[in-house]
């Protein structure tokens, strides 16, 4: 992994704890410039206070459900960073399930988070990320529900499937484009106690 490594900046969803704050704490320890993103704030500013490292550490509070509010993040991180080397889509929330045909706003909710956020993530930074032209990661959270896909919880199910599917997808494209440094992957974890 040449991109990280001191200098280099990381932006991280879903990173005031859990699986985002680990990531985050390996960002750090490389010297890396470190962007932690969530909607919590009081968890934000604890998650950042644990980090050590040479980069730079800097909180932002951002809904990953509104793609102008990620524009807006990413326009930021830029104008701050110049270059982003890592991004990491790893907001996400989990529910209980429901049956299929009830309680569609939940579904809705859990989706533009666990899915959309992902694809929003990708449109506001893969550009920036693209035009630099250095080694680059996009690594996008998924989970192993998006591929044994378990009945009992459906949107979440297919909310990380639809993640699994689209990273594939940025993947494929990004073999396709000329001289590319940047590639995409999905880390599927199992349950995690956050």
């Known amino acids: 992994m040449n991109w990280m490594k001191a200098g280099n900046t990381a932006v991280i969803t879903g990173a005031a704890g859990g699986i985002g704050l ?13 962007v932690l993103v969530d909607v919590k ?23 990953v459900s509104n793609p102008s509010a990620v524009q ?8 701050q960073f110049g270059k982003v080397h890592c991004l990491m889509n790893n907001a996400g929330i989990g529910r209980r399930g429901t049956k299929p045909w009830e309680d569609l706003d939940a579904f809705n909710g859990l989706v533009s988070i666990n899915l959309m956020g992902v694809i929003h993530g990708c449109h506001a930074f ?14 996008n959270t998924g989970s192993k529900q998006g591929i044994t896909r378990p009945p009992g919880n459906y949107a979440y199910n297919l909310s990380k499937a639809g993640v699994l599917a689209y990273t594939e997808s940025v ?6 484009e000329e001289d590319c440094q940047i590639s995409a992957h999905l880390l599927i974890p199992a349950f995690v106690y956050t």
């Not at 680990?22 to 470190?34: G, H, I, Y």
């Not at 807006?72 to 104008?79: I, K, M």
């Not at 893969?126 to 690594?139: F, R, S």
């Open 72 to 79: 807006t993040l990413a326009s930021e991180v830029e104008a």
């Open 126 to 139: 893969m550009p920036g990320m693209l035009a630099h032209g250095e080694q680059g990661a996009v690594i």
């Open 22 to 34: 680990e990531a985050a704490k390996r960002f750090a320890a490389a010297d890396m410039n470190v």
């Open 171 to 176: 993947a494929h494209a990004l073999r396709q």
């Open 41 to 63: 704030e009081d968890a934000l500013a604890e998650a950042a206070a644990s980090l050590s490292g040479g980069g730079e550490t800097v909180s932002k509070t951002c809904d």
